[in-house]
T-cell receptor
C-alpha cells in the first residue's frame, strides 16, 4: 500500500528565513504533486513533478523529486507572510493517489 | 472559464437525514473524486470514478454513495449510515490515463450535522 509521510507537520518560521519541507513515500512512483491550501479554502496546485531529478520553481518555492530515494522536497527561500498556508504533497502510483497529512506553515514577521 | 463547481458551500443536516452534495466540472476530465477533510487533517478518499457509469470505493466509503451518469457530474450522497459526517468535502477531477493524474479541486462543501 502506498504511504506518504510529510515532515514537519507544523512549521513556524520568521520572514526572510529558508526552510525545507520533506515528503517521503513508500512505493515506486515518478509522479508527485504539491498543493497549497489556505484556511477554509480548497487546494491549489503548485507543482507537478514527473521524473527523477525534476526541479520546478515558482517565486520563493522550489520543488524537487528524487525517485530513487522516494523523496520530494519543497524549499522555501526568504519566507514572506503570504506563504502561510498548509502544503500537501500527493503521490500517484498507477492511479492510486495518496496525500500526505500536510505541513502547516506559519511565517511570522 | 473551465473549472469545478461544488454546491452548496455550506450545508446543515439533521441526524437521520440523507443529503446530496453536488459536483460539476467543465474541464472535459474523465476522472472525478470525492475527498473528506477533517479539521487539521489531510484528505481521505471516499469514492472515485474513472469513467461514466463506473465508480470505485476509496478508503472511507461506508455511509456514502455516488453516481456518475454524466461525465460532467459526480454527486455524493451522505446517508444516515454515516455516523460522523461533519467535515469539509472536496471534489476533484483529472484527465486520467497513464500520463499523469494532476487533480484539480472544487471550492468545497462544509457539512455540519445539527
Amino acid at each position: 500500500e502506498l504511504k506518504v509521510e510529510q515532515n514537519p507537520l507544523f512549521l513556524s518560521m520568521q520572514e526572510g528565513k529558508n526552510y525545507t519541507i520533506y515528503c517521503n513515500y513508500s512505493t515506486t512512483s515518478d509522479r508527485l504533486y504539491w498543493y497549497r491550501q489556505d484556511p477554509g479554502k480548497s487546494l491549489e496546485s503548485l507543482f507537478v513533478l514527473l521524473s527523477n531529478g525534476a526541479v520546478k520553481q515558482e517565486g520563493r518555492l522550489m520543488a524537487s523529486l528524487d525517485t530513487k530515494a522516494r523523496l520530494s522536497t519543497l524549499h522555501i527561500t526568504a519566507a514572506v507572510h503570504d506563504l502561510s498556508a498548509t502544503y500537501f504533497c500527493a503521490v500517484d502510483n498507477n492511479n492510486d493517489m495518496r496525500f500526505g497529512a500536510g505541513t502547516r506553515l506559519t511565517v511570522k514577521p | 472559464d473551465g473549472g469545478i463547481t461544488q454546491s452548496p458551500k455550506y450545508l446543515f443536516r439533521k441526524e437521520g437525514q440523507n443529503v446530496t452534495l453536488s459536483c460539476e466540472q467543465n474541464l472535459n476530465h474523465d476522472a472525478m473524486y470525492w475527498y473528506r477533510q477533517d479539521p487539521g487533517q489531510g484528505l481521505r478518499l471516499i469514492y472515485y470514478s474513472q469513467i461514466v457509469n463506473d465508480f470505485q470505493k476509496g478508503d472511507i466509503a461506508e455511509g456514502y454513495s455516488v453516481s456518475r451518469e454524466k461525465k460532467e457530474s459526480f454527486p455524493l450522497t451522505v446517508t444516515s449510515a454515516q455516523k460522523n459526517p461533519t467535515a469539509f468535502y472536496l471534489c476533484a477531477s483529472s484527465r486520467s490515463g497513464r500520463v499523469y493524474n494532476e487533480q484539480f479541486f472544487g471550492p468545497g462543501t462544509r457539512l455540519t450535522v445539527l
